[in-house]
């Protein structure tokens, strides 16, 4: 199983990212797909999650109605819109399926 997150960057409060994970070496759409993010000195945080079947979305409050997880099955890949991004959002977001996570990718909101 592999799991590669991308497209974490710096930005300034405000501004917006995509977060892409690719998954692959199992069967994408049977599962769940979550992000979770780490900011420094804290615990991890689950953001979002969306279903395998119904792609029913959860969202932790800090995000909601800013972030929104979505996937393509075709192409194994979860995506993190991220808009109005606030300097708390800063952390590193990783991809996560049942017990395996991406290298993370990370999120510096600053001006």
């Known amino acids: 199983v592999q799991v590669v997150e991308s497209g974490g960057g710096l930005v300034q409060p405000g501004g917006s990212l995509r977060l892409s994970c690719v998954a692959s070496?199992?069967?994408?759409?049977?599962?769940?797909m979550r992000w979770y993010r780490q900011a420094p000195g804290k615990g991890r945080e689950l953001v979002a999650d969306i279903s395998s079947t119904s792609g029913s979305t959860v969202y932790v409050d800090s995000v909601k109605g800013r972030f929104t997880i979505s996937r393509d099955n075709a192409k194994n890949t979860v995506y993190l819109q991220m808009n109005s991004l606030k300097p708390e959002d800063t952390a590193v977001y990783s991809c996560?399926?049942?017990?395996?996570w991406g290298q993370g990718t990370q999120v510096t909101v600053s001006s």
């Open positions: 070496g199992f069967p994408f759409s049977n599962y769940d």
């Open positions: 996560n399926v049942q017990f395996y």
